[in-house]
């Protein structure tokens, strides 16, 4: 765990260097809110408040990207200092997490001075990122995560699509049994989008998915599945409204899907929980709840 934060903080060093080069570049705060979330752990649903800076910028040879979101959950989402198991209690407040992605593309046409386009695709490159996580409720999340492989870049008319393949390393702590966890080597695939058209107004559908294979076993032993998680948005332009140029302010429905989250298989525990009844992943207690997550969002930008 401790090379796989070195290198995470080699990469943001890296990203640096060309910050003061950058070409163009686009950032944003956003919102999102939704009341159909889910946690491992907890039966049924929560709501949660998610504040987000994202920024993305290219300079000669590729582009930089990176997105920090923090998430309030209300108190259906405990803080760690619940008992119980992590379960909601009376004056315990919801807890709150902060997550952060980095990932920088570098283009080996510009780089290698050629060409590397062919029939649909329009650029081929090479992709270097990693993701933190760090969660104050009872699994007390704390993810470091590494990926790296080839990405191409497909040809869009008014927006881009691009698609990946490559190898990840994961380390994370599980609060239920205290113990940290170095999970294999395993792959990703993933892809993100965003394609500008009219719909009466200036509209943006876009979005990212990553599919990422089985790792080995979790903290209470039993062996990971393949996980897919990913967020899509149709955004309205109404920076009109607001006396702002043309993509300044956005609103729009979100749309969130997670299968298999941190790679536990979904499962529904039985909806009547006392904090008597056990948590171990073979028997019925909370944690063995994993239902796949299926949220619709609200979902506000504000550009500059």
């Not at 408040?49 to 259906?76: H, I, P």
């Not at 490559?166 to 049994?177: D, L, M, P, Q």
Request: with cysteine.
């Amino acid at each position: 765990m401790k090379k796989l934060t070195l290198t995470a903080l080699g990469l943001v060093a890296l990203a640096a260097l060309p910050l003061s080069a950058a070409n163009w570049s686009d950032t944003y705060i956003g919102y999102q809110y939704s009341n159909q979330f889910r946690d491992p752990g907890l039966v049924g649903t929560q709501v949660k408040n998610r504040l987000e800076l994202s920024g993305v910028y290219g300079w000669d040879y590729g582009t930089n990207f990176f997105d920090v979101n923090m998430l309030s959950a209300t108190k259906s989402d405990p803080a760690n200092n619940a008992t119980g198991q992590g379960q909601p209690q009376k004056g315990v407040p919801g807890n709150t997490e902060v997550y952060v992605v980095y990932r920088s593309n570098f283009d080996l046409g510009k780089i290698f001075k050629t060409n590397l386009g062919f029939g649909p695709v329009r650029e081929v490159d090479f992709t270097l990122g990693f993701d933190f996580d760090s969660q104050d409720n009872y699994f007390a999340s704390n993810k470091k995560f590494m990926m790296a492989g080839p990405q191409v870049g497909f040809d869009v008319k008014n927006g881009f699509w691009n698609l990946g393949v490559g190898g990840c390393r994961e380390a994370n702590y599980n609060g239920v049994v205290q113990q940290e966890v170095d999970f294999r080597t395993t792959y990703v695939i993933w892809t993100a989008w965003g394609k500008h058209f009219d719909m009466g107004v200036p509209a943006e559908f876009k979005g990212w998915l990553n599919y990422i294979g089985a790792k080995g076993p979790d903290g209470f032993g039993v062996d990971t599945k393949p996980e897919t998680v990913g967020d899509m948005y149709l955004m309205f332009d109404i920076s009109g409204l607001f006396g702002r140029k043309h993509g300044a302010v956005l609103i729009g429905p979100g749309f969130e899907y997670w299968n298999n989250k941190f790679g536990g298989v979904n499962y529904s525990a039985p909806a009547v929980f006392t904090p008597s009844t056990p948590a171990h992943p073979t028997g019925d207690g909370p944690w063995n709840n994993n239902e796949r997550t299926t949220a619709l969002m609200f979902a506000a930008e504000i550009h500059f």
